[in-house]
């Protein structure tokens, strides 16, 4: 069982199990910073306003397409203490057929769980101690978040050395357009809500 912050809401131990969060769909992302500091700014009439931290968090979310070509960015917002944003993996590369499917993926907006458990494979691959386990060979959202967060601990360092993230995120499979434009939504609409927002921490 998944372990609760303030009594309030579980933390997710671990991605949803069986799931490759490699494959084309759109997944709506949440990473707080430690132990949910107000680093990034603050709201002020029900808008956010961001800080020079919060600047550089924002700049380097809009980056990720620029490292990551197979990305489309929905909406996002930096908040004081954390980042909301919607991913959306669409690999044209490894599509087959030529009809932008993949065998797994509706729509490019909507991810389905794969059909099998995913098997280890026997055969022995390069990548250090984790073999093929390794994240840094495969294309998902973690790959991702994890650029994400080093980039911007790195360069928010040289300015402010107390700065770090949560070490988890939050993550949730976006399934059908509907689910899409709600949280597009409520991503636009964050430093409204903001006293509502769990994670808030105050």
């Not at 009594?7 to 759109?26: C, E, H, M, T, V």
């Not at 956010?48 to 809009?62: C, P, Q, V």
């Not at 390069?126 to 994240?135: A, L, R």
Request: glycine letters at 8%.
């Amino acid at each position: 069982m998944a372990d609760k912050f303030q009594n309030k809401f579980r933390i997710p131990s671990a991605r949803l199990l069986g799931y490759d969060y490699g494959q084309n769909g759109a997944y709506f992302i949440t990473i707080c910073t430690y132990n949910r500091e107000h680093y990034f700014g603050e709201i002020v009439d029900e808008e956010m306003h961001l800080n020079e931290i919060g600047k550089m968090a924002d700049k380097y979310w809009l980056e990720i397409q620029e490292h990551f070509p197979y990305i489309e960015l929905g909406n996002h917002i930096v908040m004081p203490n954390h980042i909301h944003g919607i991913l959306i993996i669409y690999k044209i590369k490894n599509m087959v057929g030529g009809n932008g499917m993949d065998g797994v993926v509706e729509t490019r907006l909507i991810a389905s769980l794969p059909t099998a458990l995913p098997t280890a494979s026997p055969i022995k691959k390069n990548g250090g101690i984790t073999g093929m386990n390794n994240p840094m060979f495969h294309e998902n959202i973690s790959r991702i978040i994890r650029w994400y967060k080093g980039r911007c601990t790195f360069e928010i360092h040289k300015e402010y050395k107390g700065f770090d993230w949560q070490e988890r995120f939050y993550d949730n499979i976006i399934r059908d357009a509907n689910s899409f434009e709600r949280i597009q939504n409520y991503i636009a609409n964050n430093p409204k809500n903001w006293k509502d927002d769990k994670f808030c921490g105050e």
